[in-house]
């Protein structure tokens, strides 16, 4: 298998697995990598099945084709996320959601997106453009939602500071 279709049939074991069967912490410890990668960079790959070397994705497809026949595989559907992981659950979900709606994406379905840091926000949206996920339009229309969303945030916590400062 081509190592194109091998990240494109992983994103859909992914894709389905996370959205039907278990969380990305219960994937990633049934895939047993805690001592092989971090997790951090395991939801990256998650995202772009591509940054894995290519014997590497064989060999978690491979595991994840055949993870209904594994006894094993039960006790980690149901696996609680660590709260220090939920976040990243999240924007892997949202990530997948805008590879494949495009650009149909309604981007107020983003909000753990726009809710991380300007460096993060963009590293995502770089690799979504840079992979043609998405056209420069869409990028302009989540970037404005972004700073928008940022400003908004920002003006809360500007307004909730005069507060408490007004109380003293």
Not at 40 to 66: G, T, W
Not at 79 to 108: G, S
Request: proline share 5%.
């Amino acid at each position: 298998m081509s190592s194109i279709n091998l990240s494109a049939e992983l994103e859909s074991e992914y894709w389905g697995i996370l959205h039907f069967e278990a969380n990305l912490w219960g994937l990633y410890c049934y895939l047993d990598l805690e001592t092989e990668i971090d997790f951090s960079f395991f939801a990256d790959c998650v995202c772009f099945p591509d940054k894995m070397p290519e014997s590497f994705q064989e060999e978690i497809y491979h595991r994840l084709r055949n993870r209904l026949k594994d006894p094993s595989y039960d006790k980690y559907s149901g696996i609680p996320i660590p709260n220090e992981y939920v976040l990243y659950e999240a924007i892997v979900k949202e990530v997948m959601y805008l590879k494949i709606m495009k650009q149909e994406t309604n981007i107020e379905q983003l909000p753990y997106l726009f809710s991380l840091p300007p460096h993060s926000f963009f590293a995502f949206i770089t690799q979504l453009v840079e992979r043609g996920y998405l056209s420069s339009m869409t990028v302009v229309q989540i970037t404005a939602f972004y700073f928008d969303k940022r400003s908004e945030l920002e003006g809360d916590s500007l307004e909730n500071n005069d507060e408490k400062d007004s109380e003293f």
